[in-house]
């Protein structure tokens, strides 16, 4: 049985969408939120899950495909789903050990020991770095997740105290949404890793699709790393073409991104680049900046395929 009110994202992610689910529920197709229905899910960019894990808990589905290309965090979802006690049982350690330093330089050193094993990708195995990966979320800078060119990840220590580390609740009961079978037994979610042209195979006009892709920046210091391959123009561009393919298949597709507009008010690359579909303008905070006063209400957009 999943707890309501338990189920959130169980990390922090730039551009996590927990703030706007309620925004994002409103604009999902009519009859899927008259019938609470879905049948076919696909969200390429899957990062914390906080959409995917709402409508988990809140629509029956019959098939649910996440993905995303940064490997380490799918390791985190397959580690959950496949090894959900073993997981706990490596955080638990993480979270003693770190809370028993009173010095906060004995902290940082335990941090920078822990993101060292975590970029020797194969120095421990598969369900250890998953526990690294939600360890160093918890106590890096800002929650921020940051790859340098070569594929390491190269935040600073948070300078956390007492951080919230795990929940294990929100594990468990993550676990339980990512095990779920239909009445044949067959597994209701399957978890993917790469490029989200890799899913137009899955997409029919049943299936509805939420796409988040790394932003757009908005700022000349704005960053889209990610992982190491960044996400330029050009893929954006990339990913329009992707967006009709899949609206010309009969798939109904919402996409989120940054508004441009935030910082140059004439800047058209969304509004020509989406032109033919619905666009939207909605209000969100910035959770994750690297200095206080970025972060505040800014202007997203919201592109449908359908009225």
């Known amino acids: 049985m999943i707890e309501v009110g338990k189920i959130k994202p169980f990390i922090k992610w730039a551009g996590g969408k ?3 689910l309620p925004v994002l529920e409103q604009q999902l197709p009519k ?3 008259k019938n609470k229905e879905i049948d076919t899910y696909i969200e390429p960019f899957v990062g914390a899950g906080a959409v995917f894990i709402y409508l ?3 629509y029956k589905f019959n098939r649910i495909i996440i993905n995303d ?3 380490k965090l799918i390791n985190v979802y397959k580690s959950i789903k496949n090894n959900c006690n073993e997981l706990i049982y490596d955080l638990e350690q993480l979270k003693k050990e770190y809370l028993s330093y009173e010095e906060d330089e004995d902290k940082k050193e335990m941090y920078l020991r822990i993101r060292d094993e975590f970029n020797n990708w194969k120095s421990v195995n598969k369900i250890k770095q998953a526990a690294n990966f939600i360890f160093i979320n918890k106590t890096c800078f800002n929650g921020l997740y940051r790859e340098n060119s070569k594929g ?3 935040v600073p220590w948070g300078q956390h105290k007492s951080p919230s580390m795990y929940d294990e609740i929100q594990i468990r009961n993550m676990s339980k949404i990512l095990n779920t079978k239909d009445n044949e037994g067959n597994e209701k979610v399957i978890i993917c890793c790469g490029e989200y042209k890799d899913l137009e195979k899955y997409v029919d006009e049943n299936t509805l699709v939420y796409m988040d892709p790394p932003y757009r920046p908005i700022t000349k210091s704005g960053f889209t790393s990610y992982n190491k391959s960044g996400f330029n123009d050009d893929a954006q561009i990339e990913l329009a073409k992707f967006y009709e393919k899949l609206s010309y298949k009969g ?3 919402m996409l989120s991104n940054s508004d441009p507009k935030n910082y140059q008010e004439d800047d058209e690359f969304f509004d020509d680049l989406y032109g033919k579909f619905n666009i939207q303008r909605v209000s969100v905070s910035r959770m ?5 006063t970025g972060r505040g209400k800014v202007k997203e957009i919201l592109v ?3 009225k």
């Open 304 to 306: 449908t395929n359908y």
């Open 69 to 71: 290309i940064n490997y």
């Open 18 to 20: 927990t703030e706007l």
């Open 288 to 292: 994750i900046n690297s200095k206080g």
């Open 56 to 58: 988990s808990s809140n």
């Open 31 to 33: 009859e899927i939120r």
């Open 251 to 253: 798939a109904k597709v």
């Open 152 to 154: 390491g990840y190269n």
